[in-house]
């Protein structure tokens, strides 16, 4: 059963401060949802609360944090619940690149990506879960056609998305029983930041309307948290209509 609206939920969204993160915190806010904005930079995730908080009349809670630091996510949960009364669904977006052929991968570019897509996706779970089964909550994983794939531009970033993907398949058997909800949505090229720190950003290599956009994943998103636990919505793939053409 699909819920009309997230009115008293409270959603805390990590990698807040621009592209899905930042979209998805727009969707729910959108529908009524209280939201948490987890991310490192503080001053953008500040302006995004009150621009929502101005916008849709929803509380909102500014939590800088780094997703690879285990004491920094357990204070930011506990923040949230204790500044927004509960937590009910989480949407697990951090998530990075760097480099792309192994022979020429830096030891900082890989352990960059394990720390923050694979390590940070584990710490918010593990830390939300407690929550999450209070709340008959639902968990949102953000993961990638790069997870489904092969991607030989970058083997180790993939490696990290089909982790994100077992992880939540798994993770949904061990809690699902539960009343916890876990679902995974994996885009296609996002139209976002993404990429930015290596050269060109995927907002600067595609035209408007030629991948996907953000705001496109926020609806996956939002739809997935909307669902009355135990959630039947494992998975939700959005590609750009053309992605298997180079098949």
Known sequence: MVRDTL???????????????????????????????????????????????????VATHVVPADVSDPAQVTAAV??????????????????????????TMTDDEYRTMMDVNVDGAFYTAREALPSLRENDGILVFIGSFAGQYPRPFNPVYAA?????????????GQVGGEEVGVSVVNPTEVRSEFGSEEGESFEDRFDPGEVTEPEEVADAV??????EPPTTVNSIDVYRRDKFGGF
């Open 7 to 57: 009115t008293e939920s409270v959603v805390l969204v990590t990698g807040a401060s621009s592209g899905i993160g930042a979209a998805t915190v727009r969707r729910v806010a959108s529908d009524g949802a209280a939201v948490a904005l987890l991310a490192r930079r503080e001053d953008r995730l500040k302006e995004l609360a009150n621009d929502v908080a101005e916008e849709f009349d």
């Open 78 to 103: 506990e923040s949230t619940v204790e500044t927004l009364g509960s937590l009910d669904g989480v949407v697990v977006n951090a998530g990075l690149g760097r480099g792309d052929d192994v022979e």
């Open 160 to 172: 990290t998305k089909w982790w994100v993907r077992g992880f939540a398949m798994s993770l949904a």
């Open 222 to 227: 939002a739809f997935a948290l909307a669902q």
